[in-house]
């Protein structure tokens, strides 16, 4: 019997190791696990919290930035499942933030998820920069720094409904969207002397919104920055989405495993709902009567082969922008093109510093197809979404076991954009997540603030 019970001691002993080395252990090694996260949905939704919604933040009671940025913190500590999981995922920000906030040497997905603000001593001047949808403000940390050491206090925002998980986008409405955007510029607006406003995707369209519902702006906006601004869907049936997102039970796009700590990768209805709702008021027929345009020079990188947005509606929102204010001071304006320079609009390049940067055959861009809609802020040395990232963009085959597997581990898979083209090349192709031109970029965006100041 003694001896029974010893062997029953062992294998619940084996049984609750192996359980354990099971468990992933941080942001890395769960990325192993992709398939059966997919089918779990483990990540996809937000612990519950009574009180605590994507629009529970009362902007109006907030006394400072400070105060917005620890507020939201501890919604992301409590509501984001993987919020306390280390992620060794060290960047030049978190190492500045660490040190800021006696944080530990290694990160925890809250810290490089939640919104942050580095500091100069002085309030000259500040840049805010807002995420995309399904983003965080993780996609600013490589350009944090670039603006850091350019003498900028740098502010990032956390829309609401995300850096949680992405069942928070179930029932968030673009309106509370922007109230954090209004707060975040009018705050900014209120500390600086100087205020730069840069936005990413949906951040873009945000900052515009903003803009154009003003009759009058504050001389303090000095210029703005917009990389592959949403202006409209590059799917033509995005609209249809608030139809069906009212379907019962019918909420979801895509279910992925939702195992890149920084973006979202299940998509639901309603986010795409309520991005097309903010795309409208900022280029429809509808809202053009009542939109605003204001004199303030702006640097656009745009991809002509983006399939998240359509360019062409982007590039002539920006030609709009451009010719409705004197043109000395519009010229200061940039344009970067990840294109063919004759499908650019004739206009455009007449009102604005037009840049379409060409790729040598020793460049990093040379082993590239085409760049996509969401690399156009990270470095290509960024630990999570550069070269040596371990993380790969695969959410495209996610209805495509097989596809998706070889996109997730094949030695060899090709990087670029997520065209109909591309997605018909024999080897498996990664979406892009990290700018190839980036260092041109910061060069010109270097150009760009000289001019203005």
């Known amino acids: 019997m003694k001896f029974v019970i010893k062997i029953a001691i062992l294998l619940l002993v084996l049984v609750s190791t192996l359980s354990f080395s099971q468990e992933p252990q941080d942001c890395l090694s769960i990325q192993n696990n992709h398939a059966s996260l997919i089918e779990s949905g483990k990540y996809r939704f937000a612990n519950e919290s009574v009180n605590k919604t994507p629009g ?54 809250s810290h490089l998820v939640a919104p942050y603000e580095l500091a100069q001593q002085n309030n000259d001047k500040a ?42 986008l179930l029932n968030t409405q673009y309106s509370e969207w922007q109230k954090a955007a209004k707060f975040a510029i009018e705050e900014t607006l209120n500390d600086y002397q100087q205020v730069y406003l840069g936005g990413l995707s949906t951040g873009g369209a945000l900052i515009f919104d903003y803009l154009m519902q003003q009759k009058h702006v504050d001389n303090k906006i000095k210029g703005l920055f917009m990389w592959s601004p949403a202006s409209k869907a590059k799917n033509d049936l995005a609209w249809l989405a608030k139809y069906i997102d009212a379907i019962p039970f019918v909420d979801w796009i895509d279910l992925d495993a939702d195992i890149d700590f920084a973006k979202y990768e299940s998509f639901p209805y309603n986010a795409a709902a309520q991005v097309d709702a903010i795309m409208s008021l900022v280029v429809s027929d509808g809202a053009s009567a009542s939109r605003q345009m204001h004199e303030i020079p702006i640097f656009v990188v745009a991809s002509e082969h983006d399939q998240t ?145």
Not at 418 to 440: C, F, G, W
């Open 127 to 168: 840049i805010l920069l807002i995420h995309g949808l399904t983003d965080s403000p993780f996609s600013f940390h490589d350009l944090s720094q670039y603006f850091y050491q350019q003498g900028f206090t740098v502010r990032t925002l956390l829309l609401p409904g995300h850096g949680m998980a992405p069942s928070e």
């Open 56 to 109: 529970s933040i009362n902007f109006t009671k907030l006394t400072s930035y400070q105060e917005y940025i620890a507020t939201v913190y501890g919604l992301v500590v409590d509501k984001n499942p993987k919020a306390t999981m280390p992620c060794p995922i060290i960047t030049d920000t978190y190492l500045q933030l660490s040190k800021l906030n006696n944080w530990p040497q290694t990160p925890q997905i």
């Open 309 to 453: 947005i359509d360019t062409e509606h982007t590039l002539a929102l920006i030609e709009e922008w451009q010719l409705a204010s004197p043109q000395d001071q519009m010229k200061k304006s940039v344009l970067i093109y990840y294109g063919d320079n004759n499908k650019l609009p004739t206009k455009l390049t007449d009102v604005m510093k037009v840049i379409v940067p060409e790729c040598s055959a020793e460049s990093l861009c040379s082993d590239i197809f085409d760049v996509s809609h969401i690399a156009t802020t990270n470095s290509p040395d960024n630990p999570h979404y550069g070269v040596k990232g371990q993380y790969r963009n695969c959410g495209h085959y996610v209805k495509d076991a097989e596809r998706h597997q070889a996109c997730k581990q094949n030695k060899q898979v090709i990087k670029g954009e997520v065209t109909a083209a591309n997605l018909m090349k024999d080897s498996p192709i990664q979406r892009l997540t990290y700018n190839p031109y980036y260092q041109e970029m910061l060069d010109d965006i270097t150009l760009f603030l000289k001019a203005i100041d």
